[in-house]
């Protein structure tokens, strides 16, 4: 479990994360970052950009 | 094997795919964050090969260019990656190469492309050529909502959005079919449903198993063909004279995919990523 930045909630983790890996705060819905692994850091998501897609 | 992991978010898609990686012991895995590279023209990665999976298509179109162009072998290839991230490029491709696709035309200025909208009659969908999950695509139904769409993409849009991709609405019947391509082989399919007329599952659209026929293995293989190959999501509708190719894209979004249709696409994807490397 981690910290959410935005509303303080308990963010699940996965047990293998990665950086850069995309979660969602159950608590307020937020998009999430994770930004670094040791210590695990998390920050928001950045918007979409005009060329994102697949 | 070194195998870079070009990616700028872990979305899910990637995170099944860098799992897949783990999974090979003879594998390291290299993430290349797209955010913190610089490219100086001249080093090489250290690693065997690239598997793209930026989210940003300049960035992975540029990025596999400079890749390839100290010679790392790159999956997919900037050139797919060119050609499929430019809907204008892709139906060039797949005219070029005899492939069936709705009616299309490309104008410059919101006078030609209401001329050409007229001279194809309503409906039409506007698309921006780069673009993607469905945004920012306009269902066209007459001219007054043509006269709208163009003015204001013309005066608030940058200049990408007065190249005008102008498409035939195809009567779908409230699905479509994505058909997954890796290498020379369509490996599922499923149906995007929707009451809306855009189906990507990103814009709600429910994915359900859709059985790869002849027909549909056919086509995707023929539009990855026209493309350039490699791992490929073809977008097909299904209409009384056939299958029509819609769109291609080449950092193809699968998460929704494995389940419905039983396949495990990051290990066919995987397993092509080392065949490319061995190649």
Redo the contacts between chains.
Sequence with gaps: MSECPVCGGEVEI?A?P?????LECAECGVEL??LGLDPLTLGE??DA?????? | MRVGFLHSLIRKDEKLLISELRRHSDIELVLLNDRTLVFDFHARPDVDVVLERSINHSRAMHALRLYEGVGTVCVNTYEVARRCGDKILTAASLRETGVPQPDVRVAFTPESALVAIEEMGYPVVLKPAVGSWGRLLSRINDRDAAETVLEHKSILGSYHHSIFFVQKYVRKGGRDIRAFVVGDECIAAIYRTSEHWITNTARGGRATNCPVTPAIADMSLRAAAAVGGGVLAVDLFETADGLLVNEVNYTMEFRNSIEVTGVNIPERVVSHVIEAARA
């Design positions: 996965s293998d990665v950086e850069g890996e995309l970052e994770i998501a950045p950009e005009e060329d994102w897609g697949e």
